[in-house]
């Protein structure tokens, strides 16, 4: 259980840091520095209960859930530490996308084909 409950539609996400990769002959590749408009990968530790709509009240529902790994934008969001863990909180808005599954094979994805 993580001791913080984010208001509206924040998020407290536990960065995903880069792996070795290795290439197709088996050659072990460091991680290549990330570039300014890499997106970062995190696991969602907590969600809001999701942003009021301002006409009726109602809250709009999140569209990522704890446990969803996520790619997020590396310019927008505050980063603390959080229990010894360093974490990242920012708005749903932030988030590119979600990984529904983990890729079959040590390679990293392409994001953009």
Sequence with gaps: M?????????????????EEYRSASGIVLPPVEESSDTPYQGVVMAAGPG???????ERIP???KVGDV?????????????????????????????????PTT????NLYP
């Excluded at 993580?2 to 880069?18: E, F, G, T, Y």
């Excluded at 942003?51 to 009240?57: A, L, Q």
């Design 51 to 57: 942003k009021p709509y301002k006409p009726t009240g």
């Design 70 to 102: 996520v790619i997020y934008s590396k310019n927008l969001f505050q980063e603390f530490k959080l229990g010894g863990d360093l974490v990242v909180a920012f708005g749903q808005d932030s988030v590119l996308g979600v990984i529904e599954e983990e």
């Design 2 to 18: 993580i001791p913080i409950a984010p208001i509206n539609d924040m998020l407290i996400v536990k960065r995903i840091q880069p």
């Design 106 to 109: 040590s390679q990293p994805m």
């Design 62 to 64: 999140m569209q990522v």
